[in-house]
T-cell receptor, first 109, second 116 residues
Framework: GQNIDQPTEMTATEGAIVQINCTYQ??????LFWYQQHAGEAPTFLSY??LDGLEEKGRFSSFLSRSKGYSYLLLKELQMKDSASYLC??????????WGAGTKLIIKP | GAGVSQSPSNKVTEKGKDVELRCDPI?????LYWYRQRLGQGLEFLIY????????KSGLPSDRFSAERTGESVSTLTIQRTQQEDSAVYLC??????????????FGPGTRLTVL
């Protein structure tokens, strides 16, 4: 079967750095996405990785290792508005997105 | 420009009734997706359209669920004889198309369905 694993919940302090991990087992691989979802709102796109390595975009970076079936999302200089759920999704060989259950990130002052 | 829109935003219905949910994708987006999200859970894939055809219906949970798309634009998700377990937020997303490469899905605000 296909599976995406993420921690259910994480807590971090305003101004700090947090790393949210995602491991996957899927039928083929055609890219990995990270989305942010604030409570009661729709998911919004954060990043896309298809090759190994780190993609940096402002305060957010995403890393991929295809051989390990592993990705992480790194959030720097945390702000209160970063409190949200972060969803990892992998596009399989049929170009279907397989979604993780999401990691709820709680930012404390 | 206009994003993905969905209607209604909220729907409360009685068990056994049929409901129809509507999605208007971003103009020019050939791919359209329906997801279900139960409270506190991740996204559950239901169905995806490429143009007006649905190559993948594998996520539809039962034969009470059906979807159609016309004119490579509007899509409707119909749930017949609703059950309480159908209560969830139904999200629609669209993208430029399927295939290799960066292909972001843009989500609508969702329809919150409550079955009493």
């Amino acid at each position: 079967g296909q599976n995406i694993d993420q921690p259910t919940e994480m807590t971090a302090t305003e101004g700090a750095i947090v790393q949210i991990n995602c491991t996957y087992q899927t039928s083929g691989f055609n890219g990995l996405f990270w989305y942010q979802q604030h409570a009661g709102e729709a998911p919004t796109f954060l990043s896309y990785n298809v090759l190994d390595g780190l993609e940096e975009k402002g305060r957010f970076s995403s890393f991929l290792s295809r051989s390990k079936g592993y990705s992480y999302l790194l959030l720097k200089e945390l702000q209160m508005k970063d409190s949200a759920s972060y969803l990892c999704a992998v596009r399989d060989s049929n170009y279907q997105l397989i979604w993780g259950a999401g990691t709820k990130l709680i930012i404390k002052p | 420009g206009a994003g993905v829109s969905q209607s209604p935003s909220n729907k409360v219905t009685e068990k056994g009734k049929d409901v129809e949910l509507r999605c208007d994708p971003i103009s020019g987006h050939t791919a359209l997706y329906w997801y279900r999200q139960r409270l506190g859970q991740g996204l559950e894939f239901l169905i995806y359209f490429q143009g007006n055809s649905a190559p993948d219906k594998s996520g539809l949970p039962s034969d009470r669920f059906s979807a159609e798309r016309t004119g490579e634009s509007v899509s409707t998700l119909t749930i017949q004889r609703t059950q309480q377990e159908d209560s969830a937020v139904y999200l629609c997303a669209s993208s430029l198309g399927e295939g290799l490469g960066y292909n972001e899905q843009f989500f609508g605000p969702g329809t919150r369905l409550t079955v009493l």
